[in-house]
């Protein structure tokens, strides 16, 4: 069995262009008390989230991702309200910025980590633009205050890396590991 330790409706989407049957298993883990420098710890997160679920499952392949949005050295999570969406547009608004995720797969005789990096370049971004999109509740939910699917919103000027990776899962990069490991064919 497949398993996808994860509550993310935007994971369980994205995964299921790859594996179409899986088991959803929430992680019982609590972030903010796993520490890494912030390039490895999406990928932290992820393993952690991980082997919380697999041992439970020890005989099954359970995956687990993690995906954070960094401008400047910060990291820029989810608004906890629309002032906070507000700050975080205004400060992506023309710049470019990673998208950082990390993944863990572990397998009754595997484990594979990866992390895999999307540099992101907003478009200038008005006020009126901000606000529109914060009144549709877009922000919401999305580390960042956007998601790159938003397509009625032109937020985004272009991307280096994966698409899907911004979304929250690097499905191409997920894809040629399951393909080595012959999940998938």
């Given at each position: 069995m497949f398993i996808l330790a994860s509550s993310s409706p935007r994971?369980?989407?994205?995964?299921?262009?790859?594996?179409?049957?899986?088991?959803?298993?929430?992680?019982?883990?609590?972030?903010?008390?796993?520490?890494?420098?912030?390039?490895i710890l999406p990928q932290e997160i992820a393993r952690t989230k991980a082997y919380n679920v697999h041992h439970l499952y020890p005989l099954d392949f359970v995956f687990a991702c993690d995906t954070m949005v960094y401008f400047k050295g910060h990291r820029l999570g989810k608004p906890v309200d629309a002032a906070d969406a507000r700050r975080m547009l205004k400060l992506l608004s023309g710049q470019t910025h990673k998208v950082?995720?990390?993944?863990?797969?572990?397998?009754p005789t595997f484990e594979g980590n990866r992390t895999v990096v999307t540099c992101v370049t907003f478009n200038?971004?008005?006020?009126?633009?901000?606000?529109?999109?914060?009144?549709?509740?877009?922000?919401?939910?999305?580390?960042?205050?956007?998601?790159?699917?938003?397509?009625?919103?032109?937020?985004?000027?272009?991307?280096?890396?994966?698409?899907?990776?911004?979304?929250?899962?690097?499905?191409?990069d997920l894809k040629r590991t399951l393909k080595k490991l012959a999940i998938i064919f």
């Amino acid at each position: 069995m497949f398993i996808l330790a994860s509550s993310s409706p935007r994971r369980q989407e994205l995964l299921k262009q790859l594996i179409p049957n899986f088991k959803i298993v929430i992680p019982d883990i609590d972030e903010r008390f796993i520490v890494a420098r912030d390039s490895i710890l999406p990928q932290e997160i992820a393993r952690t989230k991980a082997y919380n679920v697999h041992h439970l499952y020890p005989l099954d392949f359970v995956f687990a991702c993690d995906t954070m949005v960094y401008f400047k050295g910060h990291r820029l999570g989810k608004p906890v309200d629309a002032a906070d969406a507000r700050r975080m547009l205004k400060l992506l608004s023309g710049q470019t910025h990673k998208v950082i995720s990390g993944y863990t797969l572990i397998g009754p005789t595997f484990e594979g980590n990866r992390t895999v990096v999307t540099c992101v370049t907003f478009n200038q971004l008005s006020n009126e633009f901000i606000n529109e999109y914060i009144e549709k509740g877009l922000p919401f939910g999305k580390a960042g205050s956007y998601g790159i699917q938003d397509n009625d919103f032109a937020i985004v000027k272009k991307i280096e890396g994966s698409y899907s990776n911004v979304m929250g899962l690097p499905l191409e990069d997920l894809k040629r590991t399951l393909k080595k490991l012959a999940i998938i064919f």
